[in-house]
């Protein structure tokens, strides 16, 4: 009928990906009474999310990766509104946000950041994640939603049980895990990180190894040896896993440590989904208040730090005070499930 808005959805990223884990919900129970939802799909990868996410598009329409002809696909298509869950990740949906191509252009907390482009109109993102005048912060209309703008699939828990020597870690040391993507690691923090290992000898902090052929370590490793080299060798790298080994990992750590700058966001909710608590410091940027957003959507403020030293201390008292660990598990064990398949977000955002 003539009521039906025709909302495209374009990302480089609807697979198995953060961008289509935190997307597939909303691409799934957008209202077909008022939606018809055209998944475009760039040149990349298929795999089983990407699958799913395909059957549940109305329409799909492959791009070739040739500027100008996708740029006449999207046009084609005579879109209402065109809505891009990340700019900023890959260059061809990048460079596609600089044309007009739909009356409304509309982009989200994928990549965590404003565009700067002046064709996309409004950045989607949640009271819980901005702080007051956060409109500043962005060349788009900031939208804030009630809650954290994703319709999150509940990932299913672990079948196996891990210890920490199936990670090639030793058993007598404690584990502060922080389980995210190295480019994320901002100088500032080395510090924190530095005088965690200080003030717990038996410390050990537990990175994950990333794709760029080793290059990123061997620049973070040369960084941290100039910023605690007294410590530095108790930073431990491990290989990149298996989805489920990786939420192993996450039950093991004796804290879970976020970083202030950039803060996990799909980490943190599949970290959530097992009861694996996170200490989290909230910057004034929206893309180091996402876990943050996630424990204030849960009711949950213990682990929320205010500065460095609070940081430095719920750290150490998460891995060295088991009374305390366990409550903060039960805590988010019981409400853990305010942040997943919500249908009322994807409501929220239809109403938008």
Known sequence: GKDVLRIGFLSSYFRDHTIGKLTRGIIQHLSRDHFEVILFRPVGKQDHISKIIDRTADKIVSLCGKFER???RIED????ILFYPDIGMSPLTYYLAFSRLAPVQVTAWGHPDTTGIPNVDYFLSSKLSEIADASDHYSEQLVTLKNVPTYYFHPDPPKNKYTASDYGL???????VCPQTLFKFHPEFDDILG???RR???GRLILIDDGTDGNS???LVERFFRSFPEVADNVIFIPRMAHEKFLGLLVIADALLDIPSFSGGNSSLEAFAVGAPIITWPQDFMRGRVTGAFYKQMGLS???AADAESYLHLACQLAQDADFKRRMQNDIKANSHKLYERLDTVQEMETF
């Open 70 to 72: 996708d740029r006449g």
């Open 77 to 80: 298509e005579k879109l209402d």
């Open 170 to 176: 030793p058993s007598d040391v404690r584990l502060y």
């Open 195 to 197: 005088e965690v290992l």
């Open 200 to 202: 717990d000898p038996k």
């Open 217 to 219: 370590r061997k620049l």
């Open 302 to 304: 213990d682990l929320i």
